[in-house]
């Protein structure tokens, strides 16, 4: 499918966050230095719930494709905009932009229906414990993964093909330091009631669909708690579920903080960098300082390089 105009742009222009060159080196640095820590964080996450055999459970199993999902989601925009500061430009192919929306979209809903999966894993291990291993099996876990796939690979499809009848005539630049569905669309000359329709009836539908399951899931996990005799018994319940709530606000806070802010670019930018980059940042510190069984993991992972079984 060709785009809707006759004089096919080639690129756009990532204004990114400062034109001074001084502070170019500094951004390099700490972008860099952050998502080394996203991709190493969630990467020992993963590797300690596939080495330890007592994290092979339904809360871990989503655990790790939430990690895989973070890496995936900061791999979208951070390495081209490290490589736009080192080759000192600010360009972006169309392609290349329809590319970054496509896979922003996926990545990021699929974290929002993860979330809303871990919520219901809770939901079922507080409310119903006696039956917990019957209803989270691995057969249904699977397949809650593979529906949220799908379902998303459809969306970010859709949302791409829309964007593709656009006619973008004089204004090229981004005021982000990558391609956003929602920015692309006010640039664009050519009527965009279809494309817009089409974009919130999704945000309303994928996102506030999975949050409205969240809210269900914690209001019925805090009546249960609320039952429970023993404080003993009531923290840890509550300790079962405190990290993913963490998370869960974390997220839905900086996401509402980018739409409130939208109007205003240079708060935008700030919150658009803490769903994007700094999120998945916490992500792996919130589970892991919280999480015992998991500490225990990542304590095995480092016994199995560094120490050598005796014979």
């Known amino acids: 499918m060709e785009p809707g105009n006759d004089t096919q742009i080639s690129e756009f222009l990532l204004l990114g966050f400062s034109e001074d060159p001084e502070l170019q080196p500094l951004i390099f640095g700490l972008f860099l230095s952050m998502y080394l820590i996203i991709v190493l964080g969630n990467l020992l996450i993963i590797l300690a719930?596939?080495?330890d055999s007592h994290?092979?459970?339904p809360m871990y199993f989503f655990l790790s494709n939430l990690s895989f999902l973070d890496i995936c989601f900061t791999s979208t925009t951070i390495p081209k905009m490290l490589w736009n500061i080192?080759?000192?430009?600010k360009s972006i192919t169309y392609g290349g932009c329809?590319?970054?929306i496509y896979f922003l979209i996926l990545f990021a809903v699929l974290d929002i229906f993860l979330l809303t999966v871990m919520a219901y894993d809770r939901f079922v291990a507080i409310c119903h414990p006696l039956h917990y291993t019957v209803i989270m099996n691995p057969r249904l876990c699977g397949l809650l993964v593979l529906m949220s796939w799908?379902?998303?690979i459809l969306n970010s499809l859709l949302q791409s093909l829309m964007m593709l009848r656009l006619?973008?005539?004089t204004n090229f630049e981004i005021p982000h330091f990558f391609c956003e569905l929602n920015h692309m669309v006010q640039l664009a000359c050519s009527d965009t009631f279809l494309n817009n329709i089409v974009m919130y009836f999704a945000a309303v539908?994928?996102?506030g669909g999975p949050f409205a399951g969240i809210i269900y899931s914690y209001s019925k996990i805090v009546s249960s708690i609320r039952r429970i005799?023993?404080?003993q018994g009531k923290y840890k319940a509550f300790s079962t579920c405190a990290s993913h709530l963490s998370v869960v606000s974390l997220f839905y806070c900086t996401m509402l903080g980018v739409y409130l802010s939208s109007a205003a670019t240079h708060s935008a930018h700030s919150t658009s960098v803490m769903y994007t980059v700094v999120t998945p940042m916490l992500n792996p510190f919130i589970y892991s300082l919280r999480n015992k069984e998991l500490k225990k993991g990542l304590k095995m992972l480092f016994g199995k390089e560094t120490i050598k079984p005796s014979y």
């Not at 080192?86 to 430009?89: A, G, I, P």
């Open 205 to 207: 539908l994928l996102g």
């Open 86 to 89: 080192q080759m000192k430009s």
């Open 49 to 51: 719930i596939t080495s």
């Open 55 to 57: 994290l092979h459970t």
């Open 98 to 100: 329809v590319t970054q």
């Open 150 to 152: 799908i379902i998303n």
């Open 167 to 169: 006619s973008f005539c």
């Open 229 to 231: 005799s023993s404080a």
